[in-house]
């Protein structure tokens, strides 16, 4: 067990919707990364928050977004959804400090019917 | 930008047999991470390397830094099936962003 918690699990929606993916760190941990893994793909980095703030950003669309609250959980908003957005999409975060290894949840698994 | 390219793709052994998977940067590295991600499962982290040259080992498992902190190689000796598995190195350059490579899928045959 990591100490990353996603929910949900599994989502099934449809082209066109909008859905939150949350997030909640291992405790103490003030930095949350979001990652998109599609089939057979590595993962992609999409955004990095740091204690509330916007830290880095990879490749993320301009249909998604995303924000970490003061309790520090956080939450992944993805709109205007299209078939390849179907992935895997894991939260991970770390402890303060560059060269701590991050933790990933068990990801959120999305699916666009 | 920053690139990050594991090879081989994909790599199926005997058990038993020995497994390297190489990374290779396109920029230097202030450091590197190791992860596996079991089938099914979330990536774990294994390692990380910050010296150029380390060499780390944990149990079957050896880990190596370029000199150039360039390069990065997971060389596993004698494979279990427990070893089956996506293994991630992740770097981190002039960005300071973590950067995953491309993977390589470890695929063991009792």
């Known amino acids: 067990d990591s100490g990353v918690t996603q929910t949900p699990k599994h989502l099934i929606t449809a082209t066109g919707q909008r859905v939150t993916l949350r997030c909640s760190p291992r405790s103490g941990d003030l930095s949350v990364y979001w990652y998109q893994q599609s089939l057979d793909q590595g993962l992609q980095f999409l955004i990095q928050?740091?204690?509330?703030?916007?830290?880095a950003k990879g490749n993320i669309l301009e249909r998604f977004s995303a924000q970490q609250f003061p309790d520090l959980h956080s939450e992944l908003n993805l709109s205007s959804l299209e078939l390849g957005d179907s992935a895997l999409y894991f939260c991970a975060s770390s402890a303060t400090g560059e060269k701590q290894p991050q933790h990933f949840g068990d990801g959120t698994r999305l699916s666009i019917l | 930008g920053q690139q990050v390219m594991q090879i081989p793709q994909y790599q199926h052994v005997q058990e038993g047999e020995d497994f390297t998977t190489y990374c290779n940067s396109s920029?230097?590295?202030?450091?590197i991470q190791w992860y596996k991600q079991r089938p099914g499962g979330h990536p774990v982290f294994l390692i990380q390397l910050v010296k150029s040259g380390e060499v780390k080992k944990q149990k079957r498992l050896t880990f190596q830094f370029g000199e150039a902190k360039k390069n990065s190689s997971l060389h596993i000796t004698a494979t279990q099936t427990t070893d089956v598995g996506t293994y991630f190195c992740?770097?981190?350059?002039?960005?300071?962003?973590?950067?995953f490579g491309t993977g390589t899928l470890l695929a063991v045959q009792p």
């Open positions: 992740a770097g981190r350059g002039a960005t300071n962003k973590l950067i």
């Open positions: 920029t230097t590295l202030s450091n």
């Open positions: 928050y740091y204690n509330g703030e916007e830290r």
